[in-house]
T-cell receptor, first 113, second 114 residues
Framework: NAGVTQTPKFRVLKTGQSMTLLCAQDMNHEYMYWYRQDPGMGLRLIHYSVGEGTTAKGEVPDGYNVSRLKKQNFLLGLESAAPSQTSVYFC????????????FGQGTRLTVV | AQKITQTQPGMFVQEKEAVTLDCTYDTSDPSYGLFWYKQPSSGEMIFLIYQGSYDQQNATEGRYSLNFQKARKSANLVISASQLGDSAMYFCAMREYGNNRLAFGKGNQVVVIP
């Protein structure tokens, strides 16, 4: 049982380059989330999705786009990477009940130089 | 907008002692869930405990208990009989029923010393 899988685990980008982070879950979860984690800032919500074909902005959405074309996948895109987007990115998924915990991927460490 | 506050500085706790991690929250949604997660130095996020806004009793899971004071909007985590493996960052989180956003606090660093 894979749970939540993030691809890639590490990446170095040059400023201005684009990339897509993939989050895949095999638990048939309705809700999926993308966070970034920076020292002293906790996990900040970038975008989230409450179902296939839906997305919504979180706390820090600028510079990122997302898509949820399939229920099991949630993609996070950086169109033009900036050094300020250097961070560890986490994806999470959860069932459609408020009393259920979220399951997290292992994280993606992204460095923009 | 929902808000979760964890303001304690890094904490050192003696092995076998109890430690309390503070978490306050703010929401206008009457229905919500509160969660605590542990993040060890290896980086993975580990779910510890859940408390629902309508739960009458405080949640407990093994050595973890949640001191839920709804009127004060407080959801403190208590770890009893600390172990060296409890050294980690601990995050408080809240999920509102209305929009299902899952928001996190900034975390509390705990170091257990022998």
């Amino acid at each position: 049982n894979a749970g939540v899988t993030q691809t890639p685990k590490f990446r170095v980008l040059k400023t201005g380059q684009s990339m897509t982070l993939l989050c895949a879950q095999d638990m048939n979860h309705e809700y999926m989330y993308w966070y970034r984690q920076d020292p002293g800032m906790g996990l900040r919500l970038i975008h989230y999705s409450v179902g296939e074909g839906t997305t919504a902005k979180g706390e820090v959405p600028d510079g990122y786009n997302v898509s949820r074309l399939k229920k099991q996948n949630f993609l996070l895109g950086l169109e033009s990477a900036a050094p300020s987007q250097t961070s560890v990115y986490f994806c999470a998924s959860t069932r459609d009940r408020v009393n259920t915990e979220a399951f997290f991927g292992q994280g993606t460490r992204l460095t923009v130089v | 907008a929902q808000k979760i506050t964890q303001t304690q500085p890094g904490m050192f706790v003696q092995e076998k002692e109890a430690v309390t991690l503070d978490c306050t929250y703010d929401t206008s949604d009457p229905s919500y869930g509160l969660f605590w997660y542990k993040q060890p130095s290896s980086g993975e996020m580990i779910f510890l405990i859940y408390q629902g806004s309508y739960d009458q009793q405080n949640a407990t899971e093994g050595r973890y208990s949640l001191n839920f004071q709804k009127a004060r909007k407080s959801a403190n985590l208590v770890i009893s009989a600390s172990q060296l493996g409890d050294s980690a960052m601990y995050f408080c989180a809240m999920r509102e029923y209305g929009n299902n956003r899952l928001a996190f606090g900034k975390g509390n660093q705990v170091v257990v010393i022998p």
